[in-house]
């Protein structure tokens, strides 16, 4: 109902990239995103002490930067700081590695339901739907029992319930590219279904598909940590945050800060990510001023 | 059925003086009315005829104070005499539905489809007139009726889904009557219809300023719509006026160029059939605000240099008063101007 | 209406069954049996105790007889709790988790549609730019960070709440857990609420609805808020998934003794049918719960009913 000038055009993109600019919040959410995992990737130059590292004199100690543990020690006298560094590291890999799972299985698995149409799409999609109505941390929990605790089974088994989003949003793209004129002179040029999809399909897609992946890391990490701190998840000697979490909540009332700074490098990391979710969203599909 | 009780007033019954719409946008201020004089005498119909984008809804959509958000209306607008632009809404919702009323021009997007039909048009009866929910049932049933609903009182239960568009917008007629508003404002009411529903939804139109001696104002791009049943015929073009008079003067002696142009559009039953079927070239200016000249100048078949310069004010025809014939042209020496 | 209700029970059947299937092979399937890694067990003693369990006879059979066991509500046996079958398990732990999940999505319905609605009708306020980042922290930050933190602030720093325990199902013991459990959802009702309601008032139907005269007041209660709420409505049935995972989460942080702890101590023990069991438990209630608000969004969008 608002009125909109005619203006000459420009281009969508060029439109999606000046509204994320103009986004100070989902801006500076990215920026602290990328201090966080810069941080821990480089922990180990910045910070050199071994997350395993047992610090007999310094047991359970609060944080103290002239001691060298400027994010205390644990119960077992490790550092937290390095700890939290390397659990980080574990923690967004397994993010990144299970999106990607959810990435390739759903953008097939869409794509191909959307091109096909008819009987194959209704199929292939109420299969989505039969899935969707089950809570998909029970079936991780599932697999980890029964299966076993090694780091590649978590992230397969999240990303492989994770999938369902993005396999709804591809088919709906795919459904409306498949009708553009292109498609059709593609087609009749003799390129066949596979190479169309791959080549002209899945390009265009991209702009939902980004901004559910980006959505998708922080659902990823959060059933890892929950995982984790349940005691399910990965175990050692590798940590992540979720461990971290599980044992500060342990020890909260002796040792607060065993809790406070993992707990917060979570919260800010998943915070800032469905902030700049949010706001790519915004940006490429604006709806609400 | 009473008939209508519209009181005879020495003024006119809606008066626009100096009205602008202005809309601010990401890409700055658009001006979508600009400087609008407008009458609406009691009991008569008023033609507003225009494109899409020349501003004719926002016009009365200014008047009713249902504006967009980042709408902006200044100037003067009166009804009966009293100023309802910019008044507060508590104020302006005892006008609204009751005196004056509006329908508007998609009968599918504009009933809430969550109601049914009876809620919708009860609603009014015992807002504006108190009525219980019995009596109000039984008004709008009778109304259902005036404007040929079949069987109305079961469709009284209905929700909108399970209408036709037509009966919809009957239904909007009816809803807007209920209260024997003074003026009807009716928004391309028959755009989203068939063409053989169009006539009956006309005709309603004219019954009900004959019952109930409803003045209507007709807002439409379609001349044809318009022949048929107004008094006089105002013509809009880039938010402004630019020519009006009675009826029949605009069908005969067309003036300004966009007049001619439009009936020009309209293929006639007394004339061959043409090969192509002729349009206007080209596009309203984008942002209703052309820089300089007349706002019909990529348009015009009859530019000069002076169109180029100065936009054109709006001109009395032959010696008459310009309220009731005026046309907005250089090039009209009877209008005053000259080549 | 009726034929709508019908067609949405038939729909959910297949989902049940997939899921009962799902577990049951999983379980069948995972490399070592349940009575691994525990002290040796002598060859006889084991055959027995696989007969006793019915694992030894053929998959197919086992597998009819667990969806037998399934729909007369027989869960099995627990492997670990000896003396306790799945089905009493559950039972136990059900009414302390049914009364916190039962007040935390009401309460959260009611809480986010309320500040949704504010949020909306305020838009692009400071209190609306508040409320929607709170929300996106409420969605963000996960319950088993949220919990622990409100433990430590209202129970151990400010004393006004017990840190945890159940304690016979005082309201006191009750407060803790129902926020910690819906803040994650009111904050995507929020979300919700406000997105849909933005998007009503801009419709042409509301417009309508001043320009018959009516009060604010009467077109965001009687002709907005309906239209408005129906996407939280469909929300619903995957809030109860969100609430029963939460559940689990909280119960072991605040010890209390519901399924969801039961689920985590089976998990960690191993006690395969009693994992499976509350999956199919859990599994079931939503799809019926996910029916009943079918049933109910069908109530409050009359389009939907006639398709």
Redesign the interface.
């Given at each position: 109902m608002e009125v909109r000038s005619a203006v000459a055009g420009r281009s969508p993109g060029a439109d999606a990239w000046r509204r994320l600019r103009r986004n100070r919040a989902a801006l500076t959410a990215g920026a602290v995103l990328a201090a966080i995992a810069a941080a821990c990737l480089l922990g180990p130059l910045l910070h050199p002490v071994p997350p395993g590292e047992v610090f007999w004199d310094a047991i359970q100690s609060p944080p103290d930067i002239a001691a060298g543990h400027p994010f205390g020690t644990d119960a077992n006298g490790r550092d937290i700081l390095a700890r939290t560094l390397h659990g980080g590291r574990v923690s967004l890999a397994v993010g990144l590695a299970a999106t990607l799972v959810s990435l390739v299985i759903g953008v097939a698995w869409g794509s191909v339901a959307g091109y096909a149409g008819g009987r194959v799409d209704a199929v292939m999609m109420r299969i989505v739907d039969v899935l969707y109505a089950l809570p998909f941390m029970f079936f991780v929990i599932l697999l980890m029992v029964f299966f076993g605790r090694n780091i590649l089974l978590i992230f397969v088994a999240i990303g492989a319930v994770a999938w369902l989003d993005m396999a709804r949003i591809v088919r709906g793209q795919t459904l409306s590219i498949k009708r553009l004129p292109y498609i059709e002179a593609a087609r009749a040029g003799g390129l066949g279904s596979a190479a169309i999809i791959r080549r002209h399909v899945v390009p265009n897609a991209l702009g939902p598909v980004v901004v559910y992946a980006t959505l998708t890391v922080p659902k990823v990490i959060l059933l890892e940590s929950l995982l984790s701190f349940l005691g399910l998840g990965v175990r050692e000697p590798a940590t992540s945050w979720g461990v971290l979490i599980g044992d500060g909540v342990a020890n909260m009332e002796r040792a607060p800060w065993m809790l406070v700074f993992p707990a917060g490098f979570l919260a800010a990391t998943l915070f800032c990510l469905n902030f700049l979710g949010d706001g790519l969203r915004d940006a490429l599909d604006p709806r609400d001023p | 059925m009473d008939r209508g009780t519209a009181p005879c007033r020495a003024g006119p019954l809606l008066e626009v003086s100096g009205l602008n719409v202005a809309f601010a946008t990401e890409d700055g201020e658009v001006r979508a009315v600009r400087d609008v004089d407008l009458t609406v005498a009691a009991g008569e119909v008023v033609g507003v005829v225009g494109e899409s984008g020349s501003g004719k809804t926002q016009l009365f959509l200014a008047a009713m104070g249902l504006l967009a958000a980042n709408g902006r209306a200044s100037g003067s607008v009166r009804l009966g005499g009293e100023e309802i632009l910019g008044l507060p809404a508590r104020r302006l919702n005892r006008i609204r539905g009751a005196r004056v009323a509006m329908v508007f021009q998609n009968p599918m997007t504009s009933l809430n489809p969550y109601l049914r039909v009876s809620t919708q048009m009860t609603e009014v009866l015992r807002l504006h007139r108190g009525l219980s929910a019995r009596d109000a049932r039984r008004r709008a049933a009778e109304m259902l009726d005036l404007v040929r609903i079949p069987d109305a009182a079961r469709r009284l239960d209905a929700y909108p889904h399970e209408l036709s568009g037509g009966m919809r917008q009957r239904v909007m007629i009816a809803t807007a009557l209920l209260c024997r508003p003074e003026l009807l404002i009716a928004d391309e009411p028959t755009t989203a219809l068939d063409v053989t529903v169009q006539a009956d939804i006309l005709d309603l139109l004219a019954e009900a300023r004959w019952e109930f001696g409803t003045a209507i104002v007709l807002i439409t791009h379609d001349l044809g719509v318009v022949a048929g049943l107004a008094d006089r015929v105002v013509v809009t073009y880039a938010g402004r006026i630019v020519e009006r008079g009675p009826v029949r003067d605009l069908f005969h002696d067309p003036r300004h160029p966009y007049t001619r142009a439009l009936l020009g559009c309209v293929p006639r039953l007394d004339a061959d059939v043409p090969d192509e079927l002729p349009a206007i070239p080209g596009q309203p200016p984008a942002s209703g605000d052309p820089a300089r000249g007349c706002a019909f100048l990529g348009r015009c078949a009859e530019a000069g240099d002076r169109c180029r310069r100065e936009e054109p004010g709006l001109r009395g025809l032959d010696g008459r008063d310009p309220a009731a014939r005026a046309s907005a042209c250089h090039r009209d020496t009877a209008a005053g101007g000259g080549p | 209406m009726l034929t709508y209700a019908v067609r949405r029970l038939f729909g959910a059947v297949?989902?049940l069954f997939?899921?009962v299937t799902?577990?049951f092979f999983?379980?069948r399937?995972?490399?070592g049996g349940p009575f691994d890694g525990e002290r040796m067990v002598p060859a006889e003693i084991e055959a027995n105790l696989l007969r006793a369990y019915e694992l030894d006879r053929p998959l197919l059979a086992q597998y009819a007889a667990y969806l037998g066991g399934v729909l007369t509500g027989d869960l099995g046996p627990s492997f670990k709790y000896k003396d306790f079958s799945v089905g009493e398990l559950i039972r136990n732990g059900l009414p302390v988790s049914l009364r916190i999940g039962g007040i935390a999505i009401v309460g959260a319905a009611l809480a986010g549609a309320t500040l949704g609605s504010i949020a909306a009708l305020r838009r692009?306020t400071v209190l609306d730019r508040a409320l929607m980042?709170g929300a996106?922290?409420g969605?963000?930050?996960?319950t088993?960070?949220v919990a622990?933190?409100l433990?430590?602030v209202f129970g151990?720093y400010l004393a006004w709440l017990p840190?945890a325990g159940w304690g016979d199902g005082q309201w006191r013991h009750l407060v803790l857990p129902v926020v910690a459990l819906a803040l994650p959802q009111v904050a995507y009702v929020a979300r919700l609420t406000r997105?849909g309601l933005?998007?009503i008032l801009?419709?042409?139907?509301i417009?309508?609805?001043?320009?018959?005269?009516?009060?604010?007041r009467?077109v965001l209660f009687?002709?907005a808020l309906?239209?408005a709420l129906l996407p939280v409505v469909s929300y619903l049935?995957p809030a109860t998934?969100g609430i029963?995972?939460g559940s689990?989460?909280i119960e072991?942080?605040f010890g209390l003794p519901g399924i969801g702890r039961h689920?985590?101590q089976g998990?960690?023990n191993?006690d395969?049918t009693l994992?499976?069991g509350?999956?199919v438990f859990?599994?079931a209630l939503?799809?019926l719960f996910?029916l009943v608000v079918d049933l109910l969004y069908g109530a409050?969008?009359?389009?939907v009913r006639?398709d």
């Open positions: - | - | 297949p989902t997939v899921i799902l577990a999983m379980m399937l995972a490399p692009n980042t996106i922290a969605v963000a930050v996960p088993f960070v622990p933190f433990s430590l151990v840190v997105a933005i998007e801009r419709s042409d139907f417009r309508t609805a001043r320009a018959k005269g009516l009060p604010e009467a009687r002709h309906r239209g049935g998934a029963l995972t689990v989460v072991q942080i689920f985590v998990a960690l191993r395969y994992v499976m509350v999956v859990y599994g939503i799809i996910n409050l969008d009359p389009r006639y």
